[in-house]
């Protein structure tokens, strides 16, 4: 059974930083591409980053510059590190292996002062 468990959202002022976790059980960690999408109110869920096996990042126009997705294979663990955080940022996070359709419970993010 797939489980994905997101951590490290919060409430930050306008351009603070935020490190987002997301610990995956259930899958062959290591050679599965992982991506991190997000969900504003009222919005269709949105591509953020991507991570191949091998470290090969892919990251949204409005991502790039400000966040950096990173991996431990030995943890089961995908990073999102985002940094110069927007009100726009402000959505639930959610991680996924980018080629299987399976949801955590998400991380919520709120940036405002």
């Known amino acids: 059974q797939v489980k994905l468990v997101e951590s490290g959202g919060g409430l930050v002022q306008p351009g603070g930083s935020l490190r987002l976790s997301c610990a995956a059980s259930g899958i062959t960690f290591s050679i599965n591409s992982m991506a991190w999408y997000r969900q504003a109110p009222g919005k269709q869920r949105e591509f953020v980053a991507s991570i191949t096996g091998g470290g090969t990042t892919t990251y949204a126009d409005s991502a790039k510059g400000r966040f950096t997705i990173s991996r431990d294979n030995a943890q089961n663990t995908v990073y999102l590190h985002m940094n110069s955080l927007k009100p726009e940022d402000t959505a639930v996070y959610y991680c996924?292996?980018?080629?299987?359709?399976?949801w955590g419970q998400g991380t919520q993010v709120t940036v405002s002062s």
């Open positions: 996924r292996p980018l080629l299987a359709n399976y």
